[in-house]
């Protein structure tokens, strides 16, 4: 099933609500646990709560009308066109935005007084939750069915932020998401470019710099990452079209200089989209870009 737009819309909403509440923060998200009782913050917690509750409510509404409205089934699993409609590429999609929103409410949750680990945790299962019920949701529908591919991007998005904070060196491989239109969205085939996958682009940077050796670790900007990335081309829904694979240049912006809370609060946000830059695709056929969006 296409990615809800509401959880596009909550992000956005997260970033600019925390402009405004950063610079109140004074959580340290490196707390000790034991510490955590100590330093939450009921009231900034219910106002996350309330804001997801909120959300939720609309989100329902949202995708009921989108999605959901059509013939009701008994619960069934979509073994048909899972992997056919958007070849697979609709996977990518479902393991980074549980990325995405774990990310984001990890940040909401250490504002709240949470220590790192305990707002993964509790960011992590709060993106799972969401996802989880849109699925069974799904199975409910005559038109979609429960996937089994989706459940697991699903959970292997919410949780890889996870394994990243625990195992160090996956903290060098991140994930991006771009978007240009596509001929069929300038011709109004998709309501929303986040609809359509031959709009959108999946990419997994790598921290150059960081995996050099420390000797070499000077004649590499630490801004400059490398960026291999997929798209799908000619999607009839049924399972004709093809992939495409790219490698770009990738601006790592925390890597730049800078130390005000708003200037790192830009830098941790804008790293979740890969910024327009030069690319070449290697598949099928080599096609160079001076800049790729």
């Known amino acids: 099933m296409?990615?809800?737009?509401?959880?596009?819309?909550?992000?956005?909403?997260w970033i600019v609500a925390a402009a405004g509440l950063r610079a109140q923060s004074p959580a340290d998200s490196t707390a000790r646990p034991d510490s955590l009782r100590r330093s939450l913050s009921i009231p900034r917690l219910a106002l996350i709560g309330g804001i997801t509750a909120g959300g939720f409510?609309?989100?329902?509404?949202?995708?009921?009308?989108?999605?959901?409205?059509?013939?009701?089934?008994?619960?069934?699993?979509?073994?048909?066109h899972d992997w056919t409609y958007a070849l697979g590429a609709d996977k990518l999609g479902h393991f980074y935005f549980p990325y995405l929103t774990t990310n984001i409410y990890r940040q909401a949750f250490t504002w709240a007084g949470m220590d790192t680990?305990?707002?993964?945790w509790a960011a992590g299962g709060l993106a799972f939750t969401y996802q989880t019920y849109i699925e069974v949701r799904d199975g409910f529908s005559a038109a979609w069915g429960f996937s089994w591919g989706d459940f697991a991007a699903n959970t292997l998005g919410a949780l890889y932020p996870v394994a990243q904070y625990h195992l160090p060196p996956l903290r060098?491989?991140?994930?991006?998401i771009s978007f240009y239109p596509s001929e069929k969205f300038r011709n109004g085939a998709y309501g929303a470019i986040i609809d359509d996958y031959e709009s959108t682009f999946h990419w997994l940077t790598v921290n150059v710099h960081d995996l050099l050796p420390e000797n070499l670790r000077g004649d590499y900007p630490a801004w400059l990452n490398i960026a291999v990335g997929h798209s799908v081309r000619g999607l009839d829904l049924k399972g004709a079209g093809g992939?495409?694979?790219?490698?770009?240049?990738?601006?790592?912006?925390?890597?730049?200089?800078?130390?005000?809370?708003f200037w790192k609060l830009l830098k941790e946000n804008l790293k979740f989209y890969h910024l327009p830059?030069?690319?070449?695709?290697?598949?099928?056929?080599v096609v160079w870009y001076g800049v790729h969006f």
């Open 2 to 13: 296409p990615l809800p737009r509401t959880l596009c819309s909550a992000v956005l909403v």
């Open 117 to 120: 680990s305990s707002a993964l």
């Open 172 to 176: 060098n491989f991140d994930v991006r």
């Open 277 to 285: 830059a030069p690319a070449v695709k290697i598949y099928p056929g």
């Open 243 to 261: 992939h495409e694979l790219f490698l770009s240049l990738d601006w790592n912006l925390e890597g730049l200089p800078g130390d005000g809370w």
């Open 57 to 80: 409510v609309y989100g329902h509404i949202l995708q009921n009308d989108l999605w959901w409205k059509g013939e009701r089934s008994d619960f069934h699993f979509d073994w048909d």
